[in-house]
């Protein structure tokens, strides 16, 4: 059974405080992806990469970061997390192309900032 | 970029009925995709629908895709209570990250 596991289900962080998110998949995909799901805006990508070292600029990813040092592994970092950012994250993965390519998701964190 | 819109952004409907959902995109695709998410939850891929496909079915699910409208729809025939979930469209334009809509969110009373 594939799987996409993030590491926290709930997380309350203070203003101002470094955040980590991580995010594992154990299906040997290339592609991972960092979204932030806000009611009324939907899914907006923040950080993306296509392989191990490898980044790439979402949508919207100012004040964030992310780093890729195992094919499995994606982290998303919070240099200086502030209220804005209360959100509930989401972590994806896929295989890369040629073809049609799903995303497979993790359970999402919903973190709170103070 | 938001590319896929979905309509309506909720719908309310008894179990036992069809519910259809909408998505409206702006540029050319390969692949046009939906996906499903529980509240609180992470999305589940449900369909893909290739961009020189029309029509494809999966259990009770049946997708369209009109690209000279820019337009997909999904049918969920016989809705049940256990449908109750946000549906959200994809649109695959082939260089670049998926690109989600907003979501449905549908309601199934028992």
């Known amino acids: 059974d594939v799987k996409v596991t993030q590491s926290s289900r709930y997380l309350v962080k203070r203003t101002g405080e470094k955040v980590f998110l991580e995010c594992v998949q154990d299906?040997?995909?290339?592609?991972m992806f960092w979204y932030r799901q806000d009611p009324g805006l939907g899914l907006r990508l923040i950080y993306f990469?296509?392989?191990?070292?490898?980044?790439e600029k979402g949508d919207i990813p100012e004040g964030y970061s992310v780093s890729r040092e195992k094919k499995e592994r994606f982290s998303l970092i919070l240099e200086s997390a502030s209220t804005n950012q209360t959100s509930m994250y989401l972590c994806?993965?896929?295989?890369?192309?040629?073809?049609?390519?799903?995303?497979?998701f993790g359970p999402g964190t919903r973190l709170t900032v103070l | 970029s938001q590319q896929g819109e979905e309509d309506p952004q909720a719908l309310s409907i008894q179990e036992g009925e069809n519910a259809t959902m909408n998505c409206s995109y702006k540029?050319?695709?390969?692949?046009l995709q939906w996906y499903r998410q529980n509240s609180g939850r992470g999305l589940v891929h449900l369909i893909l629908?290739?961009?020189?496909?029309r029509e494809k079915h999966s259990g009770r699910l049946r997708v369209t895709l009109d690209t000279s409208k820019k337009s997909s729809s999904l049918l969920i025939t016989a809705s049940r209570a256990a449908d109750t979930a946000s549906y959200f469209c994809?649109?695959?334009?082939?260089?670049?990250?998926?690109?989600f809509g907003k979501g449905t969110r549908l309601s199934v009373i028992a």
């Open positions: 629908i290739r961009s020189n496909e």
């Open positions: 299906m040997d995909h290339e592609n």
């Open positions: 540029t050319s695709i390969n692949n």
């Open positions: 994809a649109t695959d334009s082939g260089n670049t990250p998926l690109v």
């Open positions: 994806a993965s896929s295989p890369r192309g040629p073809g049609d390519n799903e995303q497979f």
């Open positions: 990469s296509y392989d191990v070292k490898m980044k």
